[in-house]
C-alpha cells in the first residue's frame, strides 16, 4: 500500500484498448492510471440521524483539479473529511475511497494522511503550536523530516504561502486570512499527492484571492476544491462536481456547469459574473 501512495511514482495498471481514444492513459502505450481519487457508492451518515452522502461516486486523475460546489449543507465538507480518512471514525469494509488504489482503512491511515493534505474551513482548527515556524514544521517532523531538511522546506512553504518572515509570530495574532495561509503553508510543508481545500477564500480579501489562486495554479498537484467562491472553480478546477442534498446531481466541465443557469438556480447557486456576459467565443 505505501509504495502506491510514496513519492512521486506514478501508479499504473495494464490495459486492453480498442481505439483508447477515450481513455485517460500513461504515456506509456498499453497502460491507465490508477486515478489519485476514486470514491464508489459513498453512503454516510452521523450516528441515527439522516443521510448526508447518498450513493457518491467519482474519480479524479491524477494531476486534476476537481471543483466541489453545492448549497450549504450538501455533504460538501463531509465528502472532503472522507478523502484522509477523517471520517468515518469507526472505518468498515469494503472501502468506499480509494487513494492511489490504497483503500482508506484503519490498517493503512497513516499513509493515506501522508498523500491527502486537507486545509480545513476554519483555520483555527488546524492552528495549536506557539509560532508560524513550529506550527508549519509540525507535520513534517511527524512524517520523520530529518532536522537537516526541516528548515528549508519550511522556508519554501512559508515563501509559496507569502509568509516570508512570518516564521517567530504567534499565529492567535494573526488575522483570519493570514492563518488559513500559514495552513496551507504546514500542508504544503508535508508534501502532499493530493490537496483537498474546504473554502479557500471565505477568509481572504480580493488581493488575497488573487495570490490563492496564482499559488494553486503554480503547484500541479492533484486538487480537490469545494467552495462557494465560483469564480475561483472557474479559473482553477478543469472540471466540476455539483452536490445537493448528498447526491452528485451533476458533473462536467467546469465552464459547462457553471454556465448552465437553470442548474445553478434549481441548487442554491448563481451562474458567476465572469460568465454573465461573456461570448461564447471570448476564450473567457
Do not use: W
Not at 491507465?32 to 476514486?38: D, F, G, Y
Amino acid at each position: 500500500m505505501a509504495d502506491a501512495l510514496d513519492g512521486d511514482r506514478r501508479a499504473l495498471c495494464p490495459v486492453e484498448r480498442e481505439g483508447g481514444k477515450d481513455l485517460r492513459c500513461d504515456v506509456c502505450a498499453g497502460v491507465e492510471m490508477t486515478p489519485a481519487v476514486k470514491v464508489e457508492e459513498l453512503n454516510f451518515s452521523f450516528d441515527a440521524g439522516p443521510q448526508v452522502l447518498k450513493a457518491v461516486t467519482f474519480e479524479v486523475t491524477e494531476g486534476e483539479c476537481l471543483g466541489l460546489i453545492g448549497p450549504n449543507g450538501a455533504g460538501k465538507s463531509t465528502l472532503l473529511l472522507h478523502l484522509n480518512g477523517i471520517l468515518p471514525e469507526k472505518k468498515s469494509a469494503p472501502a468506499s475511497v480509494f487513494i492511489f488504489g490504497a483503500p482508506v482503512t484503519t490498517g493503512g491511515i497513516e499513509n493515506i494522511r501522508r498523500a491527502v493534505g486537507v486545509l480545513f474551513q476554519n483555520p483555527d482548527d488546524q492552528l495549536f503550536c506557539p509560532t508560524v515556524y513550529e506550527d508549519v514544521a509540525f507535520g513534517p517532523k511527524q512524517f520523520g523530516v530529518s532536522p537537516g531538511r526541516l528548515g528549508e522546506i519550511v522556508t519554501d512553504a512559508l515563501a509559496k504561502a507569502g509568509l516570508r518572515g512570518f516564521e517567530h509570530r504567534s499565529p492567535h495574532h494573526l488575522s483570519l486570512g493570514e492563518k488559513q495561509r500559514v495552513c496551507l503553508a504546514g500542508i504544503l510543508a508535508c508534501q502532499p499527492r493530493i490537496l483537498v481545500l474546504d473554502e479557500p477564500t471565505s477568509e481572504l480579501d480580493p488581493r488575497g484571492k488573487r495570490e490563492l489562486i496564482r499559488l494553486l495554479q503554480s503547484i500541479p498537484t492533484t486538487k480537490i476544491i469545494a467552495s462557494h467562491d465560483l469564480e475561483l472553480i472557474f479559473h482553477l478546477c478543469s472540471r466540476t462536481i455539483v452536490l445537493d442534498g448528498g447526491s452528485i446531481v451533476a458533473q462536467g466541465e467546469t465552464r459547462n456547469i457553471l454556465s448552465d443557469e437553470r442548474l445553478m438556480l434549481a441548487h442554491g447557486l448563481e451562474k458567476p459574473h465572469i460568465l454573465q456576459h461573456a461570448h461564447p467565443h471570448s476564450g473567457v
